[in-house]
């Protein structure tokens, strides 16, 4: 059963804007719109597509909410994978993740729904302990499952934020 | 502001695996500015049985199938922001990653991949949201 706090889910502010940036899609009839904007990566290392060929943009903007592709422990600066601890991994993805919401107008506290993955159940209260210091007040609506992850990682976080 | 759900009811019939198996799900539905897609595995679109086969078949089966789902809503694979893809083995994500770029040549969209345990003996399921 998980904790009550995971239920809790903060519902998402529906906004427009009016950037149309390189990578947006911008609907007939809705011109001043930009529907759909890649949100390019804030340091080098955080462009996956780039560094490893994932076929991936680091995050979509779309309807005032921000889509992350799941997120590993990457050095920002040189792309290095960071294989560490649970704990080491996730402190390396919330950095990371902090400068892909901040280049993007966002932040931390506008997360609204994170699926966190780790490799083994058994670390679920470490996962939890590092977890919580990144978002101490109201978190978000979350779902933790063990599954395999790309390249040996211990840890990804796939995160949905307000814009 | 109230916003609107609606379900999305495939125009091919063979798409909608859960009218055939009586699971209790919607291949998609509006919500708001956008469609979710179910998880699709791969479906022979004119007969509606599975079409097994490896990695790199089962992903361009089920993102044709879901481009054809998507363009039967008024949206289109072009509009798709997140996509997670479950995978038998992240072995195999190489043989998943070359087909699927085929299917979003520019501006791809957030992603997540992962390795899980997959019902029906299939190696891939896809699913997505989309702007509607």
């Known amino acids: 059963m998980p904790p009550s706090h995971?239920?809790?889910?903060?519902?998402?502010?529906?906004?427009?804007?009016?950037l149309a940036p390189t990578g947006s899609l911008v609907r007939p009839g809705r011109q001043e719109v930009a529907m759909r904007a890649v949100i390019p990566a804030p340091v080098p290392g955080l462009d996956l597509g780039r560094e490893y060929g994932h076929h991936q943009s680091p995050a979509i903007r779309a309807g005032g909410l921000i889509f992350c592709s799941g997120m590993v422990a990457i050095n920002p600066d040189t792309g290095e994978r960071e294989?560490?601890?649970?704990?080491?991994?996730?402190?390396?993805?919330?950095?990371?993740?902090?400068l892909?919401?901040?280049?993007?107008?966002?932040?931390?506290?506008?997360?609204?729904?994170?699926?966190?993955?780790?490799?083994?159940?058994?670390?679920?209260?470490?996962?939890?302990?590092?977890?919580?210091?990144?978002?101490?007040?109201?978190?978000?609506?979350?779902?933790?499952?063990?599954?395999?992850?790309?390249?040996?990682?211990?840890v990804m976080l796939d995160v949905t934020a307000a814009a | 502001m109230t916003l609107s759900r609606q379900v999305i009811d495939p125009d091919n019939p063979s798409l909608d695996?859960?009218?055939?198996?009586?699971?209790?799900?919607?291949?998609?539905?509006?919500?708001?500015?956008?469609?979710?897609?179910?998880?699709?595995?791969?479906?022979?679109?004119?007969?509606?049985?599975?079409?097994?086969?490896?990695?790199a078949a089962e992903t361009r089966q089920i993102l044709t199938n879901i481009g054809r789902l998507l363009e039967a809503t008024g949206s289109s694979l072009a509009e798709v922001v997140k996509v997670n893809v479950l995978i038998y083995s992240m072995?195999?994500?190489?043989?998943?990653?070359?087909?699927?770029?085929?299917?979003?040549?520019?501006?791809?969209?957030a992603r997540t991949v992962c390795g899980v345990k997959l019902i029906g003996g299939h190696k891939v399921e896809i699913e997505c949201i989309a702007l509607a």
């Open chain 1, 6 to 18: 995971e239920l809790f889910a903060i519902a998402a502010c529906y906004a427009f804007w009016s």
């Open chain 1, 83 to 98: 294989h560490g601890t649970v704990t080491s991994e996730a402190r390396r993805i919330f950095e990371n993740l902090k």
């Open chain 1, 100 to 154: 892909l919401l901040e280049s993007a107008g966002s932040s931390l506290d506008r997360i609204v729904q994170v699926h966190a993955m780790i490799y083994d159940r058994i670390e679920y209260d470490v996962l939890n302990r590092v977890y919580r210091q990144y978002v101490p007040n109201a978190p978000p609506a979350r779902t933790v499952m063990s599954v395999q992850i790309e390249a040996g990682f211990k």
């Open chain 2, 17 to 55: 695996q859960s009218q055939k198996s009586g699971l209790p799900l919607s291949p998609a539905v509006r919500g708001g500015d956008f469609v979710f897609v179910s998880g699709m595995a791969a479906i022979d679109p004119a007969t509606g049985a599975p079409a097994h086969g490896t990695v």
């Open chain 2, 91 to 109: 072995l195999e994500y190489e043989n998943m990653n070359a087909v699927y770029r085929e299917f979003f040549p520019t501006d791809p969209p």
